[in-house]
């Protein structure tokens, strides 16, 4: 008899799906979370072929049958927010934060982004490729199986479009699904540091080599104090716009300048950090659809007393989106889960809006709705079971990795090591 799957899993405790969604999950939507007790999912061909109950699947022949035996599974997480290709890193810039030197100080001293910078610059294109992949299967490992990768350590044409290759390549040869930011726009470099119009042009002119060659989907800016102003991010995410890009925007992150707002009137696809976001900034977000990616794992890392108001941003009507922000100065981290934490315990979301926000709305947030994020018929199998029975246990026990195995169109990509105790 031929068989009709390739995989078929089998007594899953409590099986999420996120199906149903249109579009990004906004606001009390959020909480609405579908759970499948006892599920049962069924592959074949890379592809979801059937969802139900373990005794309507049962009767399916598969070459391999996977007795979940009442673990969770879920979507494969979607990382919508990450700075994944960079040479170097910054732990000697430790000290400087335990002394209190604030993120932006260490910025203007010629540190921060500016370190890596230099490192991204000096690193061959080769060894950048061979860090970031590490970085990938490292977040692969924790449950990861669509990210985003921003360029953003050059601030010349050279270095940003190194890392953009090393993106591409990783986008064309690895398993996981990787989506493709510009951000030339990360800092202002010491050679333009009295003139950043005019640095911003030459990164505007940059763009029609960079869509020529595939190597963005969306252009990013970083809003903020002694970086980029709110006008200059407007007039620069416009005229990428009208080269063809979507935008998404680093906003707010530190000083409340008034990115979201920026943010919705520009139309982009996200806005990320909005830890001192307004009312008004997040009522424009929720009007004009803007995703808010939020980063509770930043405003951790730099010490942060006040985080992102993901509650009154779901009470307005807000898609939210969770990440990491993986980058090696302000949030180093590929655990996704721990943010899950910090985003329970600093956000107060609940664990409903968290498995939306790094599932469906992650997804939406780097124009990956339509297949990621979501466990249904046709769609990618991209599937993570964990070892865990139910969805509140992820984001409350912190800290570690609760992966089983990660399945990525239908293939194991990663199963949890076994222990020699
Ligand atoms: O510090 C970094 O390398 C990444 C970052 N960009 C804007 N905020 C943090
Ligand atoms: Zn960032």
Known sequence: MTQEADIL?????QLLTMDGSEGPVKGQNMSKLDVLED???????????????????????????????GKLVTPGLVEPHTHLVFGGSREHEMALKQQGVPYLDILKQGGGILSTVQSTRE?????????????????????ITTMEAKSGYGLDYETEMKQMRVAKQLQEEHKLDVVLTFLGAHAIPENYKDDPDTFLNEMIAMLPDIKEKNLAEFVDIFCETGVFSVEQSREYLQKAKESGF???????EINPL???????????????????????????????????????G??????????????????????????????????????????????????????????????????????RGDQAGIIAVGRAADIVIWDASNYLYIPYHYGVNHVNTVLKNGEKVFERGGWHG
């Open 9 to 13: 899993l089998y007594h899953i405790g």
């Open 39 to 69: 599920g049962a999912v069924a592959i074949k061909d890379g592809k979801v072929i059937a969802v139900g109950k373990t005794h309507d699947l049962k009767h399916i022949e598969a070459k391999e049958k996977i007795d979940c035996q």
């Open 123 to 143: 690193t061959p294109e080769e060894e950048l490729l061979e860090k970031a992949r590490f970085h990938l299967n490292r977040m692969m490992s924790y449950g």
């Open 246 to 252: 979507e935008v998404k925007i680093h906003a707010d």
């Open 258 to 296: 008034g990115g979201a707002e920026m943010a919705a009137e520009v139309g982009a696809i996200s806005a990320d950090h909005l830890v001192g976001t307004s009312d008004k900034g997040i009522q424009m977000l929720a009007e004009n659809n803007v995703i808010a990616t939020l980063l509770p």
């Open 298 to 367: 930043t405003s951790f890392y730099l010490g942060k007393e006040k985080h992102a108001r993901a509650r009154d941003m779901i009470e307005a009507g807000v898609s939210v989106a969770l990440s990491t922000d993986f980058n090696p100065g302000s949030s180093v981290t590929e655990n996704l889960q721990f943010i899950m934490n910090l985003a329970a315990l600093n956000l107060k979301m609940t664990p409903e809006e968290i498995w939306h926000a790094v599932t469906v709305n992650a997804a939406h947030a780097i124009g």
